[in-house]
């Protein structure tokens, strides 16, 4: 696609409620990231997959969240039994290579609200 | 562990006017990558600017140039005839060479006035 485009984009659930973010990065990109934004922690780092390669999960906060990548292109990021907590934007970012280069640039999707209410 | 820090939480320019946002990091790498994000309310970030701590001569991207000091581990970000389209979040961010991770500073909130 032309950029990364992630769904949903608002999201409101009940504490205890598992929910599913998606991430369909730029076609052709190898490096998916997810971080989280929220109002106390600023933007953190969750999870780097490249290619087939075993993921970087060491941003994780809790056991309740997982992340998947399909095919090397779609990623889901699961949250389980979701805490008031967990209220963020969940960015989704995409580049050509998990590395810097020229030219390598990390492109962001608009990222999706979840208020856990 | 790297440290980014933007000082300023917000800032106001007047249209058409210069403004420096600024932000300090703290690393023992050598190898680095700096960078300015803009977030407008869209929530996508941007990339404006981009550094490589190897080269000496400043970024400059249109309007937007930094000012890279590497022994003050400094990076200031210069927004030159501002305009209204410039309002947003600015974050500054840092990434190891050998590295994927970006760690980001808490943001400055830049409003351009009419």
């Known amino acids: 696609g032309a950029g990364v485009s992630q769904s949903p984009s608002n999201k409101v659930t009940e504490k205890g409620k598992d929910v599913e973010l998606r991430c369909d990065p730029i076609?052709?990109?190898?490096?998916l990231y997810w971080y989280r934004q929220s109002l106390g922690q600023g933007l953190e780092f969750l999870i780097y997959f490249q290619g087939n390669s075993a993921p970087d999960k060491s941003g994780l906060p809790s056991d309740r969240f997982s992340a998947e990548r399909t095919g090397g292109s779609v990623s889901t990021l699961t949250i389980q039994r979701t805490q008031q907590e967990d209220s963020a934007v969940y960015l989704c970012?995409?580049?050509?290579?998990?590395?810097?280069?020229?030219?390598?640039?990390?492109?962001f999707g608009e990222g999706s609200w979840l208020t856990v209410v | 562990a790297q440290t980014v820090t933007q000082s300023q939480p917000e800032m106001s320019v007047q249209e058409a006017e210069t403004v420096t946002l600024s932000c300090t990091y703290d690393?023992?790498?050598?190898?680095?990558?700096l960078f300015w994000y803009k977030q407008p309310p869209s929530r996508q970030m941007i990339l404006v600017i981009r550094?490589?701590?190897?080269?000496?001569q400043n970024a400059t991207e249109n309007r937007f140039s930094v000012n890279f000091q590497k022994a003050a581990k400094s990076f200031s970000l210069k927004i030159s005839d501002s305009q209204l389209g410039d309002t947003a979040m600015y974050f500054c961010?840092?990434?190891?060479?050998?590295?994927?991770?970006?760690?980001f500073g808490k943001g400055t909130l830049l409003t351009v006035n009419p």
């Open positions: 550094q490589e701590a190897y080269k000496q």
């Open positions: 076609s052709g990109h190898t490096a």
């Open positions: 970012a995409s580049s050509l290579v998990g590395r810097p280069a020229p030219g390598n640039t990390i492109y």
């Open positions: 961010a840092f990434m190891r060479g050998s590295n994927y991770k970006l760690t």
């Open positions: 690393t023992s790498e050598s190898n680095y990558y």
